[in-house]
């Protein structure tokens, strides 16, 4: 872990890795990148890299597992032991085992499970770079390896954490700002806004939460519209094909 700089903002209001209060670190997403799952998504989001594979519906095994009203929804976060600063330890933890769960709740507002009963939806996500908000980038990475798959949504989920350093409310810490700042928040919401996964590290007061929370909408709002143009580029026919084809 790198040392405690004197300050992680500075007088000009520059955070260190030069962003405002209100930025999000630059994301870059592709979609369809595994050809034996049903949908994928690889999304890097400053220093963070994750791949998610998106498997069904298909027959849940074991046969006890499925439900007779819809599909049940598996969530996995695995960080791989190379992700992180020190080697991260293979294998489930109470903290991937609390982010899966919070993160599969976070989507079971949007999938439309009652469509396919009896089956299981897989959500598999690896951590192959960790810095600071990995359960935040891998929602979004999640959001589009299930629409890739087709899977029915009532929309997409967008997901963005702020915090607190050195006193000022901020928007997606960086790995610094997650190590010394005082709080952080990770949120995410659907499409219009409605909140489907709230976490809290640390210490706010509620008017700093109210702010975060604004802070958290304009990051999700910036994020839908990434993850929006990614899923244009992917599935809109440009009209003259569709003539053609006709
Ligand atoms: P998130 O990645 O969602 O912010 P945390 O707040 O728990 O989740 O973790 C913050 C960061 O700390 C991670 O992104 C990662 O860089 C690092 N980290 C988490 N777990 C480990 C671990 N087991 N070993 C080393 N570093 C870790």
Not at 89 to 114: D, L, Q, Y
Request: charged letters at 30%.
């Amino acid at each position: 872990m790198s040392d405690k700089p004197d300050k992680l903002i500075t007088d000009d209001g520059l955070r260190l890795d030069g962003r405002r209060a209100d930025e999000i670190r630059p994301m870059k997403i592709e979609i369809g990148v595994l050809s034996r799952a049903d949908g994928s998504c690889y999304l890097e989001w400053g220093r963070n890299k994750i791949l998610v594979g998106v498997f069904g519906p298909r027959e849940a095994h074991p046969r006890r597992s499925q439900r007779a009203d819809s599909a049940v929804i598996r969530y996995r976060y695995n960080m791989a032991s190379f992700s992180t600063e020190d080697r991260a330890r293979p294998g489930h933890s109470r903290r991937s085992i609390e982010i899966s769960k919070v993160s599969r709740e976070a989507f079971e507002p949007v999938i439309m499970a009652e469509l396919f009963p009896k089956t299981a939806i897989d959500i598999f996500v690896e951590v192959l770079q960790a810095d600071a908000g990995t359960r935040t980038a891998a929602i979004n990475a999640a959001s589009i390896a299930l629409a890739d798959a087709g899977i029915p949504m009532k929309g997409l989920i967008t997901s963005c954490a702020f915090g607190k350093v050195d006193g000022q409310i901020v928007l997606d810490l960086s790995k610094d700002e997650d190590n010394y700042g005082e709080a952080d928040f990770p949120v995410a919401m659907t499409q219009d806004g409605e909140i489907t996964l709230v976490q809290m590290d640390g210490h706010l007061t509620p008017e700093e939460i109210k702010k975060g929370m604004e802070l958290a909408k304009k990051g999700c709002k910036e994020i839908l519209e990434i993850q929006q143009e990614v899923l244009r580029k992917k599935f809109e026919t440009p009209v003259e094909d569709t003539v053609e084809k006709a």
